[in-house]
């Protein structure tokens, strides 16, 4: 009975229907694979755990900076708003008691 090899499945067909079907694991113990399935999953997760990290501290730092620079811009709006009614004050005060 000839054997069709597909991937790692070795399946005896015979007038066109499946007779036996096995799985070939060249001469890798079942042990072994999970063994090295498991590393792979650790190995995946490490690298989604880092790019993670990466994206929030990244996410942190711009927060971080664009809530200074917000900060920063409200400021400068308060000064400025501040300057000008002081300006207006004393303006309106030294005209004031000129005329006077």
């Not at 799985?23 to 090295?36: F, S, V």
């Not at 664009?66 to 002081?86: D, F, H, P, W």
Request: hydrophobic share 45%; with cysteine; net charge negative.
């Amino acid at each position: 009975m000839p054997k069709i090899f597909c991937g790692c499945l070795a399946v005896s067909v015979s007038e066109g229907y499946i007779q036996e079907c096995e799985i070939i694991t060249l001469g890798i113990e079942r042990r072994h694979i999970m063994k090295l399935q498991i590393r792979i999953e650790l190995i995946l997760l490490a690298i989604f755990l880092a790019g993670w990290l990466s994206v929030v501290g990244t996410t942190y730092v711009m927060e971080q900076q664009q809530g200074v620079e917000n900060t920063v811009n409200k400021a400068e709006v308060l000064m400025s708003a501040a300057i000008a009614a002081r300006t207006y004050t004393s303006d309106e005060i030294a005209t004031r008691s000129v005329r006077s």
